[in-house]
């Protein structure tokens, strides 16, 4: 295919010891990959040095721009910000936590041909403590029984999406469970995914945000209210994608 322009991002929460070394990563895998692109950072207000260190990488990486949300927002607040600002036809995210590889990015970009709308990867194996992969391996399977996903690794925050896609849904959700969001209206809106195998490595700077009991009470909310809307309810709020389930069987 044609070199297509392209848009990186990373939303940042108290990232300073990590964001440095993906934003130059991206410069520089970007470059390689086309001539069109921008490096977004949507600093989800941190409250270490993420912030100043990311004021002196825009003098070094003039690709990059800054959205900076004063107060936080939520993981999923950053993602929205993310697409919002992304300009380009393709979109690339992944976290700001370091602990996927910027440069196989490399690998997944090709897959994104004609009929392909999102490259999604998934975990080769999951580098966290053995009770986060107990627990994720958990979650995933109820999430896959609760929605019936079709894609392999639902919270495997590395993917490539076309940025048309988001004409024709809307995100809602504040936290983790935007990625529920994101990946179960993109397949209800009949848009084609492939899967891609990625590395995943420890967190070497930080640590996870997710695993608190208020948050995960919180989550477990969020969770249901979801399904009951798409699942159950069925409702199309604006901008909510459904496929035509009789015209795809054909």
Not at 163 to 182: K, N, Q, W, Y
Request: charge should be positive.
């Amino acid at each position: 295919m044609s070199r297509p322009s392209l848009t990186i991002f990373f939303p940042c929460y108290n990232d300073a010891g990590t964001i440095g070394s993906l934003v130059a990563a991206a410069d520089t895998v970007a470059t390689e990959l086309t001539d069109d692109y921008e490096i977004i950072v949507v600093d989800d207000g941190s409250t270490d040095s993420s912030r100043e260190l990311l004021g002196g990488l825009r003098r070094r990486f003039p690709r990059l721009r800054l959205v900076l949300h004063d107060t936080n927002q939520g993981y999923g607040g950053a993602l929205r910000s993310g697409f919002a600002h992304a300009t380009k036809e393709l979109v690339f995210y992944t976290d700001g936590d370091g602990q996927y590889d910027v440069f196989e990015l490399r690998r997944l970009l090709p897959i994104m041909q004609d009929g392909v709308d999102v490259v999604n990867g998934y975990k080769i194996a999951r580098s966290d403590p053995a009770h986060r992969v107990v627990i994720g391996g958990i979650y995933g399977w109820l999430m896959r029984q609760l929605f019936q996903f079709h894609v392999r690794d639902i919270d495997c925050d590395f993917r490539v999406i076309r940025r048309a896609v988001f004409d024709t849904i809307t995100l809602h959700h504040s936290t983790g469970v935007i990625c529920l969001e994101l990946v179960k209206k993109l397949e209800l809106a009949g848009y084609r995914f492939v899967d891609f195998p990625v590395h995943h490595y420890h967190r070497l700077h930080g640590r996870s945000q997710f695993f608190r009991f208020g948050r995960l009470l919180r989550t477990g909310v969020n969770i249901m209210r979801l399904w009951w809307q798409l699942m159950v309810r069925r409702t199309t709020p604006v901008g909510v994608a459904y496929r035509d389930e009789r015209a795809a069987a054909h």
